[in-house]
C-alpha cells in the first residue's frame, strides 16, 4: 500500500501536459457555465480570483519535531488538526484568521500517518499510526477515547460520513473496518494490488478505493461486494474525495492528472493538468467551487471545478502531501516536506494557512 507522503513514483507522459482540459470528458462544458453568484450562493469564477488575490497570505504554525503527514478540519472549522512523524497530534484552534495551539495528544508510539475527524462531530477525531493501532480522541475533553489494535503498520484512515464506521488500510493492503458505536472491528478485506486512499459516498452505503493499477474500486457496504470498477488513469490512482455536494468525485494519479467523475454516471467529465507530478493530495473548497491539488511540484495548483481554470497558484519551497480546505472558508492548510534552513537534515515540523487577508 502506498500513501500520498512517500515520493519516488514514475510519471507518466500526461505529466508534460500544462494546461487544463476543460470540458475533454463524457459531458460538455454547456451545462456548466461560470458560476453565477445569488445573494447566499456561491461566488462566480471572476469573484473567486478576485477574492483569492486579495486573500492570499500565507501563515506558518509550528506543531511538530517532525514531517507533518496530515492536516484536516473539524465538521465546524473551528479546529485544525495535524498528524507527524513524531507520532503525536497537534490540535490548533481558529480564532478569526489565525491559528492558536491547544492541544498535543500524545499516545502513538510510532508515526501518525493520517488522520480524519467525524463528519457531524466536531469533537471526535481519528488517527492511523505505524504502532499497529487506530486512535479516537474526544478535542473537548482532551483524552483518548479509544485505542483499537490491528494487525498492521496503518497508513490510511476514513470515518464514513454516518460516523458509524471507521475503515484504516495497513501496508500489506488489508482494510479494517471498525463499528465506532462498539469499538471492535466488524471487517478485515484484504486485497491483492496496491491499495491507495479510501472512503465512503455521502450515504454511507458504498465504498471507494483507489489502487496501483490505475483503477477506483467500488463496493456495497457493509458487505463490500464490488459494484463496480473503473480504470481511471493509465497511472498509480492515488488520492479520491467527494465533492462536498456529493455530485462529484475527484481522484488524484501518478499521471500527474486530477479527474473529476460524475457520481451518478461514473464518467469523467473533466481533467486538471496543470501539475508535472504525481498527485498526492486534493481537497474541495466548502461549496465545491474550487479544487486544490497538491504534488512535488514547487507549487499547488486551485482550480474552477466548473470550468477547470485556475484561480490560483501557491508558490511552495518543497513537495506538498497534505491540503485541507476550511468546512465554511476559502483557507486552505497545508504541510509540506520542509527542511531547517540550517539544518537539511532536519524536518521543520510546520504547517501554513492560505488564504488570509493581505494586510
Known amino acids: 500500500m502506498s500513501r500520498s507522503f512517500r515520493s519516488g513514483e514514475s510519471n507518466s507522459s500526461n505529466s508534460t501536459n500544462n494546461s487544463s482540459s476543460a470540458g475533454t470528458g463524457y459531458h460538455g462544458q454547456g ?3 461560470h458560476t453565477t453568484k445569488h445573494r447566499d ?3 462566480s469564477l471572476v469573484e473567486l480570483k478576485d477574492h483569492l488575490k486579495r486573500n492570499n497570505r500565507i501563515k506558518e504554525y509550528q506543531g511538530h519535531s517532525a514531517k507533518v503527514h496530515s492536516v484536516d478540519w473539524s465538521s465546524d472549522g473551528r479546529r485544525l488538526a495535524s498528524g507527524s512523524f513524531d507520532k503525536s497530534v497537534c490540535v490548533f484552534l481558529l480564532d478569526g484568521t489565525k491559528l492558536r495551539q491547544d492541544h498535543v495528544f500524545r499516545g502513538h508510539t510510532d508515526s501518525v500517518d493520517q488522520l480524519c475527524w ?3 462531530n466536531p469533537d471526535l477525531l481519528g488517527t492511523a499510526s505505524g504502532d499497529k493501532t487506530v486512535r479516537i480522541w474526544d478535542a473537548r475533553t482532551q483524552k483518548s477515547v479509544d485505542s483499537i489494535p490491528t494487525k498492521g503498520e496503518n497508513i490510511n484512515i476514513s470515518w464514513s460520513p454516518d460516523g458509524n464506521s471507521i475503515a484504516v488500510g495497513n501496508k500489506e493492503d488489508l482494510i479494517t473496518f471498525i463499528d465506532v458505536r462498539t469499538g471492535k472491528i466488524s471487517l478485515e478485506v484484504p486485497f491483492k494490488f496496491e491499495v491507495n486512499e479510501i472512503c465512503w459516498n455521502p450515504s454511507s452505503d458504498l465504498f471507494f478505493l483507489t489502487n496501483g493499477e490505475g483503477c477506483i ?6 458487505d463490500m461486494q464490488v459494484q463496480q470498477i473503473l480504470k481511471a488513469h493509465p497511472a498509480n490512482c492515488i488520492c479520491i474525495e467527494f465533492h462536498p455536494k456529493g455530485e462529484y468525485f475527484a481522484v488524484g494519479s501518478a499521471d500527474a492528472v486530477v479527474s473529476l467523475w460524475d457520481f451518478k454516471e461514473l464518467a469523467c467529465v473533466r481533467t486538471f493538468t496543470r501539475l508535472d507530478w504525481p498527485v498526492r493530495a486534493i481537497s474541495f473548497n466548502h461549496d465545491g467551487t474550487l479544487i ?3 504534488s512535488e511540484d514547487l507549487t499547488i495548483d486551485i482550480a474552477h471545478v466548473d470550468t477547470g ?3 490560483a497558484e501557491i508558490t511552495v519551497d518543497s513537495p506538498t502531501f497534505t491540503v485541507a480546505f476550511h468546512p465554511s472558508k476559502n483557507i486552505l492548510a497545508f504541510a509540506c516536506d520542509d527542511k531547517d534552513k540550517y539544518d537539511r537534515d532536519r524536518d521543520t515540523g510546520t504547517l501554513k494557512l492560505y488564504g488570509l487577508p493581505c494586510d
Open 217 to 222: 474500486y467500488i463496493h456495497s457496504y457493509p
Open 41 to 43: 450562493g456561491p461566488l
Open 31 to 33: 451545462s456548466h457555465s
Open 309 to 311: 481554470e485556475q484561480v
Open 292 to 294: 486544490a491539488s497538491a
Open 118 to 120: 467525524h463528519a457531524t
